[in-house]
């Protein structure tokens, strides 16, 4: 069983459309992020979730938008995408928001056209 | 600002040979310190980390790190090196009064030659 898992793996799409990633863990982590990984391999985070609650909402631009529906699953919606948007995006899960090892997904290899 | 420098962007070495990627941090409190690996096309595995007490520690596929509080450095070893660990490697400071969040470097792509 995979620990994080995302998907889609790939998405190709235009500028201007609407696009969600899902990402579910099944390792009874509470808390979850999502990181950004640039063309330069650049690795920053975007946001955390503790339990459902937002915990960390680095600058980033309000076209991204996580959902935790609960606390296995953080999703990230991003509106109007741009050709900048383009990268690779990385789940992540921890036991809890201290201290604790981050276990990362495979990653979704997002393309703006 | 917390951030992490890996000074090398690139290392070659032979296969079989000893191999040191450096990382230097800047946290003004006691850190908590990682290393990944990313294979290409693959997400980032955790090869090890520190978060206190005995300052080398002891890692998956053979690898080593030593935390020096004086020099604020990390560095990842491996006593002979393998094929297979060709990959780019990513030391991490946890930030945990900031939710537990990772400050990356710009990381390390190791390519061993047969």
């Known amino acids: 069983d995979t620990a994080v898992s995302q998907t889609p793996k790939y998405l190709v799409t235009q500028m201007g459309n609407d696009k969600s990633i899902k990402c579910e863990q099944n390792l009874g982590h509470d808390t979850m992020y999502w990181y950004k990984q640039d063309s330069k391999k650049f690795l920053k985070i975007m946001f955390s979730y503790n339990n459902k609650e937002l915990i960390i909402n680095e600058t980033v631009p309000n076209r991204f938008s996580p959902k935790s529906p609960d606390k296995a699953h953080l999703n990230l919606h991003i509106n109007s995408l741009e050709l900048g948007d383009s990268a690779v995006y990385f789940c992540?899960?921890?036991?809890?928001?201290?201290?604790?090892?981050?276990?990362f997904g495979p990653g979704t290899r997002l393309t703006v056209l | 600002a917390q951030s992490v420098t890996q000074p090398d962007i690139h290392i070659t070495v032979s296969e079989g040979a000893s191999l040191e990627l450096r990382c230097n941090y800047s946290?003004?409190?006691?850190?908590?310190l990682f290393w990944y690996v990313q294979s290409p096309g693959q997400g980032l595995q955790l090869l090890l980390k520190y978060f206190s007490g005995d300052t080398l520690v002891q890692g998956i596929k053979g690898f080593e790190a030593e935390f020096k509080r004086s020099q604020s450095s990390f560095n990842l070893r491996k006593p002979s090196v393998h094929w297979s660990d060709a990959a780019e490697y990513f030391c991490?400071?946890?930030?945990?009064?900031?939710?537990?969040?990772?400050?990356f470097g710009a990381g390390t792509i190791l390519r061993v030659k047969s």
């Open positions: 992540a899960s921890s036991f809890n928001r201290e201290s604790d090892t981050q276990y």
């Open positions: 991490a400071v946890g930030l945990m009064e900031y939710g537990n969040k990772l400050v």
């Open positions: 946290y003004g409190a006691t850190p908590y």
